[in-house]
């Protein structure tokens, strides 16, 4: 099982990203998929889920700014980020909530001015 995410960076209040994660080692769509983070000094939080079906969870602190969508035909999901805050400065994750194991590196978001 591995998880890569991609697509952090650098970006000034306000701004957008999108964050992709390419899966393998396991069937995608059979499972519910998420994306989590952990910022500097914090434990790792959820952020969103995504059934199989596209029916979608979010933390509240994200609600309305972050969007999470997969493809299973390519086993990759994905996290559109707008009215980006400085609060969402963190490294993402994905993985399958329900088992949270094979963590893969992350990637980072630095929301600054």
């Known amino acids: 099982v591995r998880f890569v995410e991609s697509g952090g960076g650098l970006v000034q209040p306000g701004g957008s990203l999108r964050l992709s994660c390419a899966t393998s080692?396991?069937?995608?769509?059979?499972?519910?998929m998420g994306w989590f983070r952990q910022a500097p000094g914090k434990q790792r939080e959820f952020v969103a889920s995504?059934?199989?079906?596209?029916?979608?969870t979010y933390a509240d602190s994200v609600k309305g700014r972050f969007t999470i969508s997969r493809d299973n035909a390519n086993n990759t999901l994905y996290l559109q980020m707008v009215n980006l805050d400085p609060e969402d400065t963190a490294v993402y994750y994905c993985n399958r909530p329900s088992i949270r194991k094979d963590w893969g590196r992350g990637t980072q978001v630095t929301v600054s001015a």
């Open positions: 080692g396991f069937i995608f769509s059979n499972y519910i």
């Open positions: 995504i059934t199989s079906g596209t029916k979608t």
